[in-house]
């Protein structure tokens, strides 16, 4: 078996993903169940509040990418990074899985290099806020990161992550896209 089944009962090629099984609402719902840092966080903090923050971090025209930026974390779940760089399968099925969605809201396959520079920005501070005193240095603390704007790094529930999620689609949907769904500013 080479699917699964979304929050709202439709089907997801895991293989073989097209843009037609990729929907907002189950991207929404997902990321507000998934927990980031694997879990190991003082108190629950989800990868949909991570991607709006995301999204509130970056300039006008990046938004829309910026809160879409682990939208595949809804099919293929989370998975730290250390694990990540040991299974180069994983990361192939990323990988389809993000052109399916990309071409479903029409982004760019290649995410503009500000959305990893603010994504790396926000995981430090996630990091402070979320998580205990680090045993060993983690390579973002070396890195020279861009500095983020004030942003609630409080922890929101399931539900309200997944409203947040959704508020935030609504809005630069609207603005990135026409009434014929024409793709408008996002890069």
């Known amino acids: ?103 479903r809201f029409a982004l760019p396959v290649d995410q503009p290099a500000e959305i990893k520079q603010a994504d790396l920005a926000l995981l430090r501070a996630e990091r402070a806020a979320f998580m205990g005193p680090s045993p060993a240095p ?4 070396a890195m020279d990161l861009p500095p983020l704007p004030a942003l609630d790094l409080s922890s929101w529930s399931p539900v309200d992550a997944r409203e947040q999620f959704m508020a935030a689609w609504t809005e630069l949907s609207a603005e990135n896209f026409s009434a014929d769904g024409v793709h408008g500013r996002c890069v």
């Open 138 to 141: 983690w390579a973002i603390d």
């Open 1 to 103: 078996m080479n699917w699964i089944q979304t929050h709202s009962g439709a089907v997801f090629d895991l293989l073989n993903p097209r843009p037609d099984m990729i929907h907002i609402e189950d991207i929404a719902h997902a990321l507000a169940h998934i927990c980031r840092f694997t879990g190991h966080v003082t108190s629950f903090y989800s990868v949909a509040q991570h991607s709006v923050l995301v999204a509130r971090a970056l300039p006008p025209h990046l938004k829309l990418v910026g809160l879409l930026h682990d939208a595949t974390e809804a099919y293929v779940s989370d998975m730290a990074a250390p694990l990540k760089a040991l299974i180069p399968q994983y990361r192939e099925i990323e990988d389809r899985v993000w052109e399916a969605i990309a071409a």
